[in-house]
């Protein structure tokens, strides 16, 4: 089975330049989770969406970030324009929705801003 | 607010030793997961609890949940390099889907 899938793997840009980031959850889960990894702060839940309706975006950190869910079975996030702050690994997570559920996270965007 | 702590931040030991590793916070929590995570990867679910008291065994890994479900621990019967990851705690209260995590222990395990 295919987990969460992530695109892309590393992103390389210029401060100003605007980046998408790209999630396909699992097959069948509802909830699905942006997080924001470094080293200073760790792991930081950006937003989270159930039945494709953010329902918690208070971690985004400002207006630059932006986060949709079309559909079930793609998420994007946005920052525009991107900063050399917002250099860190970025991760998306789906599970079923039920509270104490697994998450099941993807290999991460790795995301360098310059 | 709720305040997590987990400890040590950093731990290198060698192969064959056993450990041990902390999750605490000032609040109290329905349940807690435990996620290792290894470079170049999203974490990944070892074990949730949810009863305070509760200890659950994973190989040779043994998790307990606090009395008061305040806290919880991980122990690693000799350890081995395979075990080398940041493992995270992430606890939850009532009937959040939302897991906050802590910022982890870093677990170098040594040939």
């Known amino acids: 089975d295919a987990g969460v899938i992530q695109s892309p793997r590393h992103e390389v840009t210029e401060m100003g330049q605007e980046v998408t980031l790209r999630c396909k959850p699992i097959?069948?889960?509802?909830?699905l989770f942006w997080y924001r990894q470094t080293m200073m702060r760790g792991l930081e839940l950006l937003i989270y969406?159930?039945?494709?309706?953010?329902?918690?975006d208070s971690g985004m950190p400002e207006d630059r970030f932006s986060a949709k869910m079309p559909n079930a079975s793609f998420s994007t996030l946005k920052i525009q324009p991107s900063e050399p702050r917002d250099s860190a690994v970025y991760f998306c997570?789906?599970?079923?929705?039920?509270?104490?559920?697994?998450?099941?996270f993807g290999s991460g965007t790795q995301l360098s801003v310059l | 607010t709720q305040l997590l702590e987990q400890s040590p931040q950093f731990l290198s030991i060698q192969e064959g030793e056993n450990l041990t590793v902390y999750c605490n916070s000032s609040?109290?929590?329905?349940?807690l997961q435990w996620y290792r995570q290894e470079p170049g990867e999203g974490p990944v679910l070892l074990v949730t609890?949810?009863?305070?008291?509760e200890v659950k065994k994973l190989k040779r890994l043994t998790f307990q949940f606090g009395d008061a479900r305040k806290d919880s621990s991980l122990h690693i019967t000799a350890a081995q390099p395979g075990d080398t990851g940041l493992y995270l705690c992430?606890?939850?209260?009532?009937?959040?889907?939302?897991?906050?995590f802590g910022s982890g222990t870093q677990l170098t395990v040594l040939p």
């Open positions: 969406f159930n039945n494709n309706v953010p329902i918690d």
């Open positions: 992430a606890p939850q209260r009532g009937s959040a889907r939302q897991l906050t």
């Open positions: 609040s109290v929590f329905s349940s």
């Open positions: 997570a789906s599970s079923r929705g039920a509270a104490n559920e697994k998450l099941f």
């Open positions: 097959s069948g889960h509802n909830s």
């Open positions: 609890v949810v009863t305070g008291g």
